[in-house]
């Protein structure tokens, strides 16, 4: 792939923003703070100097000199993309310094708006800089067109986010905040200022009431990593994602929300910028209520600055084992008891499309990976489960087939191996009367399949780019690479599935009484994908609240680059939120989390069970 | 086209039984039609070729090849192709089959026997003849001899021998509604071809070499490069001579199993064609193999020693290694030690008259074959 096409599959997901590899992130980022000197940034201000969109400016010119080639880009970015940003930074260079042999950059545009802008956040950190606005101007989102903002501001605190509200109100000027820089779904696009909170790095642990105080600017993954030095973990969203972001977005869920919940339970307080530019704390007698739920589109209720999290212990003998089933229906029903009997930490029914994709190191390998779990291995669903050893011990009685952690390890580590044709085909031979699948969960057969897959770190390394199979050798050496608890806690290969195409999530909270209703939803969207021509797939399923209701994504994929699928994925999303529609008119515990939007902190009580409120 | 000689068209003619029988008829003069659907990347046409080159024939003008997809309706034909079909009447020689036993392939059993069969025949009604490739082991679960007629078993070992039986019913109630010649074929297992141990398939006879050939070389990478504790936990060792010593009991429990080479099968089958004969044909081996002989086939042939042949009741409790290896080889067990004789009265006058003879399997053969199978990593890189 040449560096202008690259530059444009950026899926705007961030990881680049933080060290989840353990590499150190992009010097020249963390340096400088502003997107456009992360990877993503040079991927798009490079993709807008080939089209001619931006012009070369001192801020450019700075972008492209800062970046040392260094390989930390290409390391983080192939794991969970596929792509070689390095490509683009080096391509971004040269056309710079081709531009500059025949005319000096341009200089700023002087401009009332940012110099009250600069005199509250400091001179670095606002901006009208084209180089940095193309950077917040767009994402893959299908439905979002490009809009380039005026202006880029990164406060640092409270203060200086109530001083900007204020400066907007003032000189009527929209506003859209984004928190780390990312952006997927295209809500934080705006024609006027867009906030971005990465500059505010509170964390300050309170470990007396469980509780850790974070500023806006602290990531998923950051924050994550502290809370496990300390013996805790956060229910925390996509790792790059900035945890306050995800709460007021529209509320953090994960595999851990079976026990951990979701919505409010998430966090105890919060402090946010309301839009008049008014300091408001959640915990206030006199604040609004926003723990309530109303099925419309809620507006932003405010800039959330800070908020005090939840903090949940961990064991030592806390681990992970996956339940294979052939067919999702009985995944979800046994996903179902387990959270009616409180057994697990985590806990979600996951699809091959799922499972492939986070476990390969590479697109072709996921690929072959689909294949092999559906077709080879017989697998229709697995049932993750996250939990202690007496968690473990309940599954292992309940007399289910059980891929231990081991075997996991044995799967993730032999990969290539597995999905060589011969292995294929041995496989299909296999089949009786019982799938593959429960000959690798017997306990007895363990030591047998390590010596024939042959796991290793080079063996799943022999499965990427030749030039990054010692980085990844290194990289699987380490043992949390191949646990699922840690991958889970610290979601890094999640992003892996936006891989082969930007994802498009629909997501649901359901009844779970029955599990057909989640066969007839994956009907509907099939059908969808069938007639809109465009590919995807179920996600994922986590019980909530004693197995009562789930959360359920739906996943559509495209290339944002091709007009053509563009077209078909919005009639595509037109039709799905049709469909969800008919089903919430039908039973309106289907709730779509669209109407979660903003709604972000509301209690869980309040949007599973809005059909139940008292009248 | 000359429209008076047959011509045949062919679906699964890029398979191992129909591209064997394609080569077959072209060797003999006739024209064939091979239905193909594109895979990998690569056209029908250019799959085709490269198949045709394997056999090391140039098959010329009288090998055509039509894009089709038997799990669509119409088989996905170019409208010409169509109208070509319509106006030649071609003999239909339904080849295209999902072979495995795997239950969660089922679905996949049923779309591609049953619903290809359907697809097939209503695109092809106005057929002069119609041949179905079935199996010897549509006969179901049974004992003693099973007779060129049609099959209704009480039960069957797997869905793969449901789906063929319940096709097999469904062409003759279609056929003899339609008036149209039938013939349903039912070979055993078939293996390579008996001189040159070339196949396009690697499974049932192959796959307990496979599996074990895999296991030792793993066994022995165990002990040479690594600690050897795998190994030695599996009770697995190497002698003085370095031969791999797998300390593996199996029981014979009587019967045999039937095999037949590619290339007896298709000239059987095309002898039975071209003699435009009707009706219900075995085409199987009048020799067949016990367990017993085959497992020291396949013990000399990896070189593991150690396997023995033990009655049912010496066994004990097997070891995770003797527990391994009999879960793997428990879907073709029916099979292995099948007590089902297949007659093959109707066939053996059409063998006769054109001096077809069932190649025995010695160990000659099977190693030959096993060559093949282990030098092109069990199909993997045949056509790479």
Same mark, same amino acid.
């Given at each position: 792939?040449?560096?202008?096409?690259?530059?444009?599959?950026?899926?705007?997901?961030?990881?680049?923003?933080?060290?989840?590899?353990?590499?150190?992130?992009?010097?020249?980022?963390?340096?400088?703070?502003?997107?456009?000197?992360?990877?993503?940034?040079?991927?798009?201000?490079?993709?807008?100097?080939?089209?001619?969109?931006?012009?070369?400016?001192?801020?450019?010119?700075?972008?492209?000199?800062?970046?040392?080639?260094?390989?930390?880009?290409?390391?983080?970015?192939?794991?969970?993309?596929?792509?070689?940003?390095?490509?683009?930074?080096?391509?971004?260079?040269?056309?710079?310094?081709?531009?500059?042999?025949?005319?000096?950059?341009?200089?700023?545009?002087?401009?009332?708006?940012?110099?009250?802008?600069?005199?509250?956040?400091?001179?670095?950190?606002?901006?009208?800089?084209?180089?940095?606005?193309?950077?917040?101007?767009?994402?893959?989102?299908?439905?979002?067109?490009?809009?380039?903002?005026?202006?880029?501001?990164?406060?640092?605190?409270?203060?200086?986010?109530?001083?900007?509200?204020?400066?907007?109100?003032?000189?009527?000027?929209?506003?859209?905040?984004?928190?780390?820089?990312?952006?997927?779904?295209?809500?934080?696009?705006?024609?006027?200022?867009?906030?971005?909170?990465?500059?505010?790095?509170?964390?300050?642990?309170?470990?007396?009431?469980?509780?850790?105080?974070?500023?806006?600017?602290?990531?998923?993954?950051?924050?994550?990593?502290?809370?496990?030095?300390?013996?805790?973990?956060?229910?925390?969203?996509?790792?790059?994602?900035?945890?306050?972001?995800?709460?007021?977005?529209?509320?953090?869920?994960?595999?851990?929300?079976?026990?951990?919940?979701?919505?409010?339970?998430?966090?105890?307080?919060?402090?946010?910028?309301?839009?008049?530019?008014?300091?408001?704390?959640?915990?206030?007698?006199?604040?609004?209520?926003?723990?309530?739920?109303?099925?419309?589109?809620?507006?932003?209720?405010?800039?959330?600055?800070?908020?005090?999290?939840?903090?949940?212990?961990?064991?030592?003998?806390?681990?992970?084992?996956?339940?294979?089933?052939?067919?999702?229906?009985?995944?979800?029903?046994?996903?179902?008891?387990?959270?009616?009997?409180?057994?697990?930490?985590?806990?979600?029914?996951?699809?091959?499309?799922?499972?492939?994709?986070?476990?390969?190191?590479?697109?072709?390998?996921?690929?072959?990976?689909?294949?092999?779990?559906?077709?080879?291995?017989?697998?229709?669903?697995?049932?993750?489960?996250?939990?202690?050893?007496?968690?473990?011990?309940?599954?292992?009685?309940?007399?289910?087939?059980?891929?231990?952690?081991?075997?996991?390890?044995?799967?993730?580590?032999?990969?290539?191996?597995?999905?060589?044709?011969?292995?294929?085909?041995?496989?299909?031979?296999?089949?009786?009367?019982?799938?593959?699948?429960?000959?690798?969960?017997?306990?007895?057969?363990?030591?047998?399949?390590?010596?024939?897959?042959?796991?290793?770190?080079?063996?799943?390394?022999?499965?990427?780019?030749?030039?990054?199979?010692?980085?990844?050798?290194?990289?699987?050496?380490?043992?949390?690479?191949?646990?699922?608890?840690?991958?889970?806690?610290?979601?890094?290969?999640?992003?892996?599935?936006?891989?082969?195409?930007?994802?498009?999530?629909?997501?649901?909270?359901?009844?779970?009484?029955?599990?057909?209703?989640?066969?007839?939803?994956?009907?509907?969207?099939?059908?969808?994908?069938?007639?809109?021509?465009?590919?995807?797939?179920?996600?994922?399923?986590?019980?909530?609240?004693?197995?009562?209701?789930?959360?359920?994504?739906?996943?559509?994929?495209?290339?944002?680059?091709?007009?053509?699928?563009?077209?078909?994925?919005?009639?595509?999303?037109?039709?799905?939120?049709?469909?969800?529609?008919?089903?919430?008119?039908?039973?309106?515990?289907?709730?779509?989390?669209?109407?979660?939007?903003?709604?972000?902190?509301?209690?869980?009580?309040?949007?599973?069970?809005?059909?139940?409120?008292?009248? | 086209?000359?429209?008076?000689?047959?011509?045949?068209?062919?679906?699964?003619?890029?398979?191992?039984?129909?591209?064997?029988?394609?080569?077959?008829?072209?060797?003999?003069?006739?024209?064939?039609?091979?239905?193909?659907?594109?895979?990998?990347?690569?056209?029908?046409?250019?799959?085709?070729?490269?198949?045709?080159?394997?056999?090391?024939?140039?098959?010329?003008?009288?090998?055509?090849?039509?894009?089709?997809?038997?799990?669509?309706?119409?088989?996905?034909?170019?409208?010409?192709?169509?109208?070509?079909?319509?106006?030649?009447?071609?003999?239909?020689?339904?080849?295209?089959?999902?072979?495995?036993?795997?239950?969660?392939?089922?679905?996949?059993?049923?779309?591609?026997?049953?619903?290809?069969?359907?697809?097939?025949?209503?695109?092809?009604?106005?057929?002069?003849?119609?041949?179905?490739?079935?199996?010897?082991?549509?006969?179901?679960?049974?004992?003693?001899?099973?007779?060129?007629?049609?099959?209704?078993?009480?039960?069957?070992?797997?869905?793969?021998?449901?789906?063929?039986?319940?096709?097999?019913?469904?062409?003759?109630?279609?056929?003899?509604?339609?008036?149209?010649?039938?013939?349903?074929?039912?070979?055993?297992?078939?293996?390579?071809?008996?001189?040159?141990?070339?196949?396009?398939?690697?499974?049932?006879?192959?796959?307990?070499?496979?599996?074990?050939?895999?296991?030792?070389?793993?066994?022995?990478?165990?002990?040479?490069?690594?600690?050897?504790?795998?190994?030695?936990?599996?009770?697995?060792?190497?002698?003085?001579?370095?031969?791999?010593?797998?300390?593996?009991?199996?029981?014979?429990?009587?019967?045999?199993?039937?095999?037949?080479?590619?290339?007896?099968?298709?000239?059987?089958?095309?002898?039975?064609?071209?003699?435009?004969?009707?009706?219900?044909?075995?085409?199987?081996?009048?020799? !067949?193999?016990?367990?017993? *002989?085959? #497992?020291?086939? /396949?013990? &000399?042939? =990896? @070189?593991?020693?150690?396997?023995?042949?033990?009655?049912?009741?010496?066994?004990?409790?097997?070891?995770?290694?003797?527990?391994?290896?009999?879960?793997?080889?428990?879907?073709?067990?029916?099979?292995?030690?099948?007590? !089902?004789?297949?007659?093959? *009265?109707? #066939?053996?006058? /059409?063998? &006769?008259? =054109? @001096?077809?003879?069932?190649?025995?399997?010695?160990?000659?053969?099977?190693?030959?074959?096993?060559?093949?199978?282990?030098?092109?990593?069990?199909?993997?890189?045949?056509?790479?």
């Amino acid at each position: 792939m040449d560096a202008q096409k690259t530059a444009t599959q950026c899926r705007h997901y961030a990881m680049c923003k933080i060290d989840f590899l353990d590499t150190g992130i992009c010097p020249a980022g963390k340096a400088h703070g502003y997107t456009g000197f992360y990877p993503q940034g040079r991927m798009d201000i490079y993709a807008a100097l080939c089209q001619k969109k931006i012009p070369v400016t001192r801020a450019l010119v700075e972008i492209a000199d800062s970046c040392t080639l260094c390989d930390i880009c290409d390391r983080q970015c192939y794991f969970v993309a596929g792509l070689r940003p390095r490509q683009v930074a080096a391509a971004l260079k040269k056309k710079v310094k081709e531009s500059l042999l025949h005319s000096s950059p341009q200089d700023p545009i002087p401009d009332p708006f940012l110099e009250k802008l600069q005199k509250i956040v400091g001179n670095r950190w606002a901006t009208n800089d084209p180089a940095h606005r193309i950077c917040y101007a767009h994402d893959p989102c299908p439905v979002s067109p490009e809009t380039l903002p005026d202006y880029v501001a990164l406060p640092a605190d409270t203060r200086q986010v109530q001083r900007i509200v204020r400066l907007c109100n003032r000189h009527r000027v929209p506003f859209a905040v984004r928190g780390n820089g990312s952006s997927v779904m295209g809500f934080v696009l705006t024609p006027g200022l867009v906030i971005d909170t990465v500059r505010m790095r509170e964390l300050h642990f309170d470990p007396k009431n469980w509780v850790v105080r974070i500023g806006a600017g602290i990531s998923a993954f950051e924050l994550q990593k502290e809370a496990q030095k300390r013996g805790f973990r956060v229910n925390a969203a996509e790792p790059s994602a900035s945890c306050i972001g995800n709460i007021m977005c529209s509320g953090i869920f994960s595999l851990f929300s079976a026990s951990y919940g979701t919505g409010a339970d998430n966090f105890v307080d919060l402090e946010m910028v309301d839009r008049q530019g008014r300091i408001l704390r959640l915990s206030d007698p006199g604040a609004p209520n926003l723990l309530a739920f109303q099925k419309t589109d809620a507006p932003l209720p405010g800039i959330c600055t800070r908020a005090a999290i939840r903090l949940h212990p961990v064991f030592a003998d806390e681990t992970a084992a996956a339940v294979p089933f052939q067919n999702r229906s009985a995944a979800v029903k046994f996903a179902r008891e387990l959270a009616a009997r409180r057994l697990g930490t985590g806990l979600g029914v996951l699809g091959t499309e799922y499972i492939s994709t986070f476990l390969s190191p590479s697109p072709d390998l996921a690929r072959q990976a689909r294949s092999l779990f559906a077709e080879d291995l017989g697998i229709g669903a697995l049932v993750l489960v996250l939990g202690d050893r007496h968690t473990l011990q309940a599954i292992q009685d309940m007399e289910v087939p059980v891929m231990s952690p081991g075997l996991i390890r044995t799967l993730i580590l032999s990969l290539p191996n597995l999905c060589r044709q011969d292995w294929k085909s041995d496989l299909t031979g296999m089949g009786g009367d019982r799938p593959p699948y429960e000959l690798f969960c017997r306990p007895e057969f363990e030591g047998i399949l390590e010596t024939l897959l042959e796991p290793s770190p080079q063996t799943l390394a022999s499965g990427v780019d030749p030039d990054l199979r010692d980085f990844f050798t290194t990289l699987y050496a380490r043992p949390e690479m191949t646990d699922i608890l840690w991958l889970n806690t610290f979601r890094i290969i999640s992003s892996r599935m936006g891989r082969e195409g930007h994802v498009v999530a629909f997501i649901l909270y359901i009844p779970l009484e029955d599990p057909r209703l989640v066969e007839k939803l994956d009907a509907s969207f099939r059908e969808i994908t069938r007639s809109h021509r465009v590919r995807g797939d179920f996600g994922f399923l986590t019980p909530l609240d004693g197995g009562r209701m789930a959360v359920l994504e739906w996943d559509l994929y495209l290339d944002h680059t091709d007009p053509g699928e563009i077209k078909r994925m919005q009639g595509a999303m037109a039709a799905a939120g049709e469909m969800i529609e008919g089903y919430f008119e039908r039973d309106p515990r289907v709730l779509w989390i669209r109407y979660l939007l903003y709604q972000g902190l509301a209690r869980k009580e309040s949007f599973l069970y809005h059909s139940a409120a008292l009248k | 086209m000359n429209h008076t000689q047959p011509v045949f068209f062919i679906t699964g003619g890029s398979g191992f039984l129909g591209s064997r029988i394609a080569v077959e008829l072209l060797k003999g003069g006739a024209t064939v039609i091979l239905a193909v659907r594109g895979r990998d990347g690569k056209s029908p046409r250019q799959r085709v070729d490269k198949l045709m080159e394997w056999y090391g024939i140039r098959p010329g003008h009288r090998l055509l090849v039509m894009p089709a997809r038997i799990d669509h309706p119409g088989l996905d034909l170019d409208p010409t192709d169509r109208q070509t079909c319509r106006e030649i009447r071609p003999v239909v020689i339904h080849c295209a089959a999902d072979t495995s036993f795997a239950r969660h392939h089922r679905g996949r059993a049923r779309q591609v026997n049953l619903q290809g069969l359907e697809h097939v025949f209503s695109t092809l009604r106005n057929t002069r003849h119609f041949v179905h490739m079935s199996t010897a082991y549509t006969a179901g679960i049974r004992k003693g001899t099973c007779l060129e007629e049609p099959h209704h078993p009480a039960g069957f070992f797997n869905h793969y021998e449901e789906s063929k039986q319940r096709a097999e019913e469904w062409i003759i109630r279609m056929c003899r509604r339609e008036r149209i010649p039938l013939t349903l074929l039912r070979p055993s297992i078939v293996y390579g071809d008996s001189v040159t141990g070339r196949s396009l398939r690697f499974n049932a006879l192959y796959y307990p070499v496979r599996s074990l050939l895999k296991l030792r070389d793993s066994l022995q990478r165990n002990i040479r490069e690594g600690n050897g504790r795998r190994a030695r936990e599996l009770g697995v060792r190497t002698d003085r001579k370095g031969n791999l010593v797998m300390p593996l009991r199996v029981t014979d429990t009587g019967g045999g199993v039937d095999l037949i080479p590619v290339d007896h099968l298709a000239r059987a089958a095309t002898a039975i064609v071209r003699e435009g004969q009707t009706g219900i044909f075995h085409i199987v081996s009048r020799q !067949r193999q016990s367990f017993s *002989r085959l #497992t020291e086939f /396949v013990a &000399q042939y =990896t @070189g593991i020693r150690g396997i023995s042949i033990s009655p049912a009741a010496d066994l004990g409790s097997p070891t995770p290694l003797e527990q391994f290896i009999s879960q793997l080889m428990d879907p073709y067990q029916p099979y292995f030690c099948d007590r !089902r004789v297949f007659d093959d *009265r109707r #066939t053996a006058p /059409v063998l &006769q008259r =054109t @001096g077809l003879t069932c190649p025995e399997l010695d160990y000659a053969t099977f190693t030959r074959c096993m060559d093949y199978g282990v030098s092109v990593n069990w199909g993997a890189e045949i056509f790479r």
